[in-house]
């Protein structure tokens, strides 16, 4: 899979050529000024395998460019421009695409506002191969398992959280608790399996269908997920009812057989 078809300005800052212990934590941003700069150092003080690709939409409040003046100095981080918001799902889908092009073989997605935190990235790297264990090809920080947690939503948002991730379970087939969760390992040779999934809010729950589908594996850590503190949300309504849309297409995809064409 390619992702040529993204408008993108490569960075300043080396790319990393890793060796394949390293691994790739990508992070899609959208105005996240307020966090970017403090995020990066705490991923980079987790554990000094992992670099850091943020994949920017050209940030009007300039979070590209803090990006841009930190890499210069630190080549564990990197900067993926596309010209013009298009969504969270082909934000990630870039990032992962890039990192697959440079030659690692593990990628986390982390949102940008510290609702996953960093200190559990280690924890789900685990998993992927665990010493005594079965490798699998996606972990999920999951919030919906024993020992997971949400700590500041509203009623609303964990209404429309549990009915996703019923629907991605019980209807779409999937076998995990929470479809939904951005904060995942994937194995980068598994996107393979990843065509033309929603570019919004659905990406997450349609990249586990497919993936699900080819026959990839998945595996569930629990994690506390914190409502952001700083910076605005990029979740609203019409965002949370085109993936609704999205969610019922690969519904009917799932009992008809009919694929997910648009």
């Not at 490569?10 to 990508?26: D, H, I, K």
């Not at 630190?74 to 934000?91: F, K, N, W």
């Not at 586990?208 to 309504?237: A, C, M, N, Y």
Request: with cysteine; charged share 25%.
């Amino acid at each position: 899979m390619t992702v040529s078809h993204i408008p993108t300005t490569a960075s300043t800052g080396s790319a990393p050529q890793p060796a394949v212990e390293r691994v790739l934590v990508v992070v899609a941003t959208y105005q996240e000024r307020e966090n970017i700069a403090r995020l990066l150092s705490e991923i980079l003080a987790v554990d000094a395998r992992l670099d850091v690709l943020v994949v920017d939409d050209d940030s009007p409040d300039g979070t590209g460019v803090v990006v841009d003046a930190i890499a210069v100095n630190e080549p564990r981080v990197s900067l993926l421009t596309r010209h013009g918001y298009r969504g969270l799902g082909a934000a990630v889908l870039a990032g992962l695409g890039e990192g697959r092009r440079r030659g690692y073989v593990l990628a986390v997605n982390l949102d940008a506002d510290f609702s996953h935190a960093p200190e559990d990235i280690p924890r789900l790297l685990a998993a992927v191969a665990p010493p005594q264990g079965v490798p699998v090809d996606v972990v999920i920080g999951s919030r919906k398992i024993a020992g997971g947690n949400v700590v500041g939503w509203p009623l609303s948002r964990h209404l429309f959280s549990r009915l996703v991730c019923w629907w991605t379970r019980w209807v779409l087939w999937v076998p995990v608790r929470d479809g939904s969760s951005g904060f995942r390992v994937i194995r980068l040779a598994r996107l393979e399996a990843v065509k033309s999934p929603s570019e919004g809010y659905a990406f997450f729950e349609e990249m586990l269908w497919q993936i699900h589908r080819s026959g990839g594996t998945i595996r569930e850590v629990p994690i506390t997920f914190t409502e952001r503190r700083r910076g605005q949300s990029k979740v609203d309504w019409r965002q949370m009812l085109k993936g609704s849309g999205d969610l019922l297409r690969l519904g009917w995809a799932t009992w008809t057989g009919k694929g997910t064409h648009r």
